[in-house]
Every structure is written in structure tokens, then in C-alpha cells.
């Protein structure tokens, strides 16, 4: 999956191949002033729905793409690419649009909406959406959620840290991948800002954290995968919760200990945003209606993903696949998003200037 491994930094968002000016073209389209009954409908005349970032593989979407198929008629396709290629495929076709919706990081949702490529449906679940995590028009909305964890090779570290402070005083290597690249990475480095006193507008006391593992020799920024965890290259591990479970669950389910930091964590989340020149813009909409249902959240937390309504009904099966709720008491999302925004564009050079040359 393409934001596994293709992740674009905001400081590098030009949108490349796009002109820097937000579309002006306008869209007469009203998601928001139609009942559901005439969506239904409407997304059943369009037939289909085309979807950018949203493959069969990645957060179990193959399920949710069979059952809108099962249930309404609707085939699926999809282009799988980053979020920053996302918007920018929205961007550069405007009318001639190939992609009805995609699924973003949070980050680009408002980005999305300062360059007037997505138009607003709120769902029939929109009021039990935090508000961090949705749009006030519906523009973007958060469907699942991605929480800071560890993930120990028990193979290798026999008293897997529980905490940021275990973190800092253990003797084993911590991988935190590229920071300089990686949303991953740069989500941990808040992390452990959070963790040690920082914030949004302060990522010292998590940079002072990360130079320390530095100069011990204890930090690793070659970025995690699959492979390179099950070969056993990395000691402990950085990283949102849903990669850890799948990445465990694929090599071997008791070799890996997963935690989330009983002292502090980060929360995220991924959007879906609807193209404001869908061809099908119906069959987009009740998509995102579906993927926000009891049944659609289901379908994600199978998928790794904790589903960002907090009293859907999840199958049994589901919630084996995720971490304990309680592991959860201190987790907060992002609390400034601007200004975290804006840290994002300088967290690059001053990783390189800090951290990367003690590697070096």
C-alpha cells in the first residue's frame, strides 16, 4: 500500500505538477441537501464508484467494497497513491476526473479544503464524530484511526518497554525510520514530544529525546517493513498501532510484544474526501455513508483500523485484531493541527541539523 511507503511531508506539498493556486471551477453539486433514500438511488443509477488510495489490501477495504457491490450494485475500482498524489489527481483532472474519492491523512483533509477540491457529506453519523476528527461542512471525515505504539522483538529485547521513560533508559536499538520523509516517523517524534513535556509548537524535549538514543548509538532511521522486521533488524519498533497488528499477525503472532506508551501517545486518522467532480458523486457519497456504518466500521477494525465511532457495534472477530481499549487511557490527538502543520515544514532540516549528523 502506497502510504506505507510513498509519504510525502508537507514542506514538500507544491502538490507537484499542479499550479500552487486553489481550483477556481466551480461545482453546483449539494451532497449535503439530499436524504439518504434519494442517494441511494442516485448511487444506484451511477452504478460505480473510483477510488484513489483505497486498495483491496490496505485496512481491510476489500470487504466494504464487496458489500456496497452486494447491497447496492455499486462496482469498485481503485488507484492506489499516496495522499499527496491523491489531491493532486484531483487537482490537475478537475472535470475530466478519474478518482470519486480517497482516503487521506489528516493533515491533507485541510488541505484539501484550502484548495477547493472536495465537496462536504456529512453522514447520517456525523454528530457522533469528535470534532477533531471531521470537517464542520462534512468535507473531510476521519473513518479509522492510527495511535503511536511499540513493537518489540521479543527475540531480541526480553523486557519490552511499556513507556517513553523504558524507552529512554533501556539498552536495546529503537527504530524510528526517516523522519525527515516518513509520517510514521515524524508522528513518533510528537510523540515523544508529548511525552516529555512538548507540544505542536515544541518538538525540543522529543528531539532532545531522540539526539540522546543518538549519541548511545541506539536509534535506527531505515524505515520498518515487513520484511525487515520478520528478518529481525529491528529491536523495537515505532509505530501506528494498525501496521504493528498486521505486521504480527503476518509473521508470527507471539514473537512481537505491542504496546501502547502507558504514559503518553499520539492519535491520528485517515479521511476519506469526495472529489468536487466526481463522475460518481452518489455512489462516493454513500461510500463514506457506509464506511462510517456499524458494518463499515467493522470492516476496518478487521482490517487493523480502530474505527473512529466509539460506540459501533464491532464483531468479536474485530476487536481480536486490535489492542485492549484500556491501552488507550492516554492517548490524544493531534491539538493544534495548524500548528502542527506548520512545525511539519521545519521538522525535516532540523532532524537533519540535530540528529542525522550525530549519525552521520
Not at 141 to 166: L, R
Amino acid at each position: 500500500m502506497v502510504k506505507r511507503t510513498v509519504l510525502v511531508t508537507l514542506a514538500a506539498l507544491a502538490l507537484a505538477g499542479c499550479s500552487s493556486t486553489a481550483s477556481t471551477e466551480k461545482s453546483d453539486l449539494d451532497l449535503n441537501g439530499i436524504s439518504l433514500e434519494e442517494l441511494v438511488v442516485k448511487a444506484k443509477e451511477e452504478g460505480q464508484v473510483n477510488s484513489l488510495g483505497m486498495p483491496d489490501s490496505w485496512a481491510n477495504w476489500k470487504e466494504t467494497w464487496e458489500d456496497l457491490d452486494e447491497k447496492y450494485g455499486i462496482k469498485h475500482s481503485d488507484t492506489d497513491m499516496s495522499s499527496a498524489e491523491e489531491l493532486a489527481k484531483f487537482e490537475s483532472e478537475k472535470k475530466n476526473a478519474s478518482g470519486d474519492i480517497g482516503d487521506v491523512g489528516i493533515a491533507f483533509g485541510s488541505l484539501a479544503v484550502e484548495r477547493d477540491l472536495v465537496v462536504g457529506y456529512k453522514t447520517s453519523y456525523f454528530d457522533e464524530i469528535p470534532e477533531w476528527a471531521k470537517d464542520k461542512e462534512g468535507r473531510w471525515i476521519i473513518g479509522y484511526t492510527g495511535t503511536m505504539a511499540f513493537m518489540s522483538d521479543t527475540k531480541s529485547v526480553k523486557n519490552p518497554p511499556k513507556s517513553w521513560e523504558d524507552l529512554k533508559n533501556g539498552d536495546f536499538k529503537v527504530t524510528v525510520g526517516d523522519v525527515e520523509k516518513a509520517n510514521q516517523a515524524q508522528f513518533a517524534v510528537l510523540a515523544a514530544s508529548y511525552a516529555f513535556g512538548g507540544d505542536e509548537k515544541n518538538l525540543q524535549p522529543g528531539i532532545d529525546f531522540f539526539k540522546k538514543l543518538a549519541k548511545e548509538g541506539r536509534i535506527v532511521t531505515t524505515s520498518p517493513d515487513l520484511a525487515t522486521i520478520e528478518k529481525g533488524e529491528h529491536e523495537v519498533v515505532l509505530i501506528w498501532d494498525f501496521n504493528a497488528l498486521n505486521y504480527r499477525d503476518q509473521i508470527d503472532k507471539g514473537r512481537f510484544d505491542i504496546t501502547i506508551p502507558e504514559d503518553s501517545s499520539v492519535m491520528s486518522g485517515y479521511a476519506t474526501v469526495i472529489n468536487k467532480h466526481a463522475k460518481n458523486p452518489h455512489a462516493a457519497a454513500l461510500a463514506r455513508e457506509f464506511i462510517l456504518s456499524d458494518e463499515g466500521q467493522d470492516n476496518l477494525a478487521k482490517g487493523y483500523a480502530k474505527p473512529i465511532r466509539k460506540n459501533a457495534t464491532i464483531s468479536d472477530e474485530a476487536k481480536e485484531k486490535l489492542l485492549p481499549d484500556e491501552m488507550y487511557k492516554n492517548v490524544t490527538p493531534v491539538k493544534d493541527s495548524d500548528a502542527w502543520n506548520e512545525t511539519l515544514k521545519e521538522l525535516p532540516q532540523k532532524w537533519q541539523e540535530e540528529i542525522s549528523a550525530l549519525l552521520q
